[in-house]
């Protein structure tokens, strides 16, 4: 069964960082894409940011130029390095893979907080 466990979020004031990983476990295999959604009291789910295989990657508008999205296969975890944050940033981020045989399965986790405060 495969397992992703989310890592890093917690409180930050305004302009402050954080970085948070996630980390595959269990019977998972040939990892396609992986990405970063978030999602806000009261919003919807959205896209943060995603990157391929091949590392290539995209972002939403709103974070451009402020988080960086980098995968590490060997350990089949994909981290996202978040700097400048505001309070709008505020929600609980969830990791997603692809993966299996033509990238037929998708696991998310479980999510982690992140908080800033003005």
């Known amino acids: 069964q495969a397992q992703l466990v989310e890592s890093g979020g917690g409180l930050v004031q305004a302009g402050g960082s954080l970085r948070l990983s996630c980390a595959a476990s269990?019977?998972?295999?040939?990892?396609?894409?992986m990405g970063w959604y978030r999602q806000a009291p009261g919003k919807q789910r959205e896209l943060v940011a995603t990157i391929t295989s091949g590392s290539s990657t995209n972002y939403a508008e709103f974070v451009k130029g402020r988080f960086t999205i980098s995968r590490d296969n060997a350990l089949n975890t994909v981290y996202l390095q978040m700097n400048s944050l505001k309070p709008e940033d505020t929600a609980v981020y969830y990791c997603?893979?692809?993966?299996?045989?033509?990238?037929?399965?998708?696991?998310w986790g479980q999510g982690t907080l992140v908080t800033v405060s003005s």
């Open positions: 269990g019977s998972i295999y040939n990892i396609n894409d």
């Open positions: 997603n893979m692809n993966w299996g045989f033509a990238g037929r399965f998708h696991t």
